[in-house]
Nanobody, 116 residues
């Protein structure tokens, strides 16, 4: 069982930045494929960013490419999402997820609100 706890959400003005954190339980964090998704108001949950299985490559949704950066610290069992140049349309609940070889775990989500 993997538990994920997100933090770092809040209210920010358009053009501003936030950094989300996701702390994970488990002794094999470095083997999890970590990622972030979001659910905008009235929309389905959507992919935002993720690592490859090797942890070397990163992938981003077109809508955030060049503005968001996913990173991880295996020593701290934590994955981050640095969000720059935020737009009103980035307003959403952001969820951290961990793929443990087919078993998917989700955090409870953290709200990000971008005011225009």
């Amino acid at each position: 069982q993997v538990q994920l706890v997100e933090s770092g959400g809040g209210l920010v003005q358009a053009g501003g930045s936030l950094r989300l954190s996701c702390a994970a339980s488990g002794r094999t964090f470095s083997t999890y494929r970590m990622g972030w998704s979001r659910q905008r108001p009235g929309k389905e949950r959507e992919f935002v960013a993720a690592f490859s299985w090797s942890g070397v490559n990163t992938y981003y949704a077109d809508s955030v490419k060049g503005r968001f950066t996913i990173s991880r610290d295996n020593a701290k069992n934590t994955v981050y999402l640095q969000m720059n140049s935020l737009k009103a349309e980035d307003t959403a609940v952001y969820y951290c997820n961990a793929d443990d070889r087919g078993r998917i775990y989700w955090g409870q989500g953290t709200q990000v609100t971008v005011s225009s």
